[in-house]
């Protein structure tokens, strides 16, 4: 019976709405029951924001600062003060804990993604609770997870965990945002996550960065990947062991059949794709239906810049992703050799390369596809 479960906690559930001071009791109660958890014999992760609104708490700020310095700053005063607030309740349990900063980029390079991989499965072995969060402090832009919903479900994903709970300031997902809308109607269950219609753009709290938006997208990241995905209230933890006993308050999304091997789970949620390959109707088919290698015949447009062995997305036509994988061409070269019969590479380029533009084992559907 027992798995592996990660628990996303947001700013939100972590501080008190009206004087940004810590929600020092629902902290505690996750901690209880993360070590509950742990005594049923599940492993455990917890993903937890909260080093920007505990670092202004600290520093006496009124507002989530927006520059990124700023903000980096911030989170650097922050995140040693709730580890330290961590590591305090869960000493009084004998749990130990240890702090993981990760960025967007440990998980785009495979070498990099199974290190990642790995210390989690020791860290797990030695009966720690790892507690993750983005390197808010060195993380550069353009490669950032922006969100704590996304990166939960990213973790979810690499250690091809059971659960994933999203846990937030509303009891589950409604049709529409509940604090502006007095209509909106709750969702208990998510069967096929591309059909939902929830309206879900408000941005949410002051405090939390992505609203619902976010948490939807981490349950298709984490659903695709066959982790089942719940969101539920983060003000009391014991939600999630009602969950798992299947009562309790929240919207489950259920997860699809488990597609991937460790490899594919990288190549569809470790990778950050540079570019885009068009393809024609046949191309479409070979792929998604025939399970082939994608040759250059088949590709008609591409977009961006990228090297060889970058990771791209294959669209069909009208811009839809079907898959995504490994090139074996730059884009330079790939504009060159676009649309023509594989033996004419060579004398277009002046080199033999690989005959396929992305191999059938470099290349993961898309869940949607
Ligand atoms: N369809 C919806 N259902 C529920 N909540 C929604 C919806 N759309 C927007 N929201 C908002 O999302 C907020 C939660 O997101 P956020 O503040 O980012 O929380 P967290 O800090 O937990 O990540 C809710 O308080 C709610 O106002
Ligand atoms: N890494 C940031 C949190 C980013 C984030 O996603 O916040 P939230 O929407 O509250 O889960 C921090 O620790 O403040």
């Known amino acids: 019976m027992s798995g592996t479960i990660v628990i996303k906690i947001g700013t939100s559930s972590l501080t008190q709405p009206a004087t940004g001071n810590l929600a020092l009791s629902t902290i505690a109660g996750l901690v209880e029951v993360t070590s509950k958890l742990r005594h049923k014999g599940y492993s455990v992760i917890l993903v937890s924001s ?44 004998q749990q130990p804990i240890a702090q993981v900063l990760l960025t967007r980029f440990d998980l785009v390079e495979r070498s990099r993604y199974m290190n990642v991989f790995r210390t989690f499965e020791a860290l797990l072995n030695l009966n720690v609770v790892p507690i993750v969060n983005e390197n808010d402090t060195v993380a550069v832009h353009e490669l950032k997870f922006g969100d704590n919903d996304t990166l939960s479900a990213r973790v979810a994903s690499l250690v091809d965990a059971d659960w994933l709970f999203l ?63 719940v969101i539920a209230n983060g003000r009391n933890a014991t939600n999630i062991l009602d969950v798992i006993a299947g009562t309790g308050i929240s919207t489950v999304f259920e997860p699809q059949p488990r597609p991937f091997n460790a490899r594919q789970r990288w190549l569809a949620h470790g990778l950050v794709p540079a570019g885009q390959l068009y393809l024609d109707d046949g191309a479409v088919r070979a792929v998604r239906d025939r399970g082939k290698s994608l040759l250059p015949a088949g590709i008609v447009e591409i977009d961006g810049e990228f090297e060889s062995q970058a990771a791209v997305k294959l669209c069909d036509r009208q811009g839809a992703e079907i898959a995504r994988g490994l090139v074996n061409y730059s ?26 533009i992305v191999h059938r084992d470099n290349l993961v559907l898309s869940s949607t596809a």
């Open 167 to 229: 846990m937030t300031d509303v009891d589950q997902l409604y049709s529409a945002d509940p604090r502006s809308n007095p209509a909106a109607y709750a969702i208990d269950r998510v069967e096929n996550i591309d059909q939902l219609t929830a309206d879900v753009a408000s941005a949410g709290t002051q405090w939390g960065t992505g609203g619902m938006l976010t948490k939807i997208e981490a349950a298709k990241i984490a659903t695709a990947a066959g982790v089942r995905t």
């Open 50 to 93: 909260g080093a920007v609104g505990v670092g202004c708490g600290r520093l006496h700020l009124a507002e989530r600062p927006t520059e990124l310095a700023m903000k980096q700053a911030v989170a650097a005063v922050g995140q040693g003060r709730l580890m330290r607030i961590y590591d305090d309740m869960f000493t009084t349990l």
């Open 331 to 356: 884009s330079a070269d790939l504009q060159q050799i676009l649309g023509q019969k594989t033996d004419a590479i060579p004398g277009i380029l002046g080199y033999a390369g690989t005959e396929t």
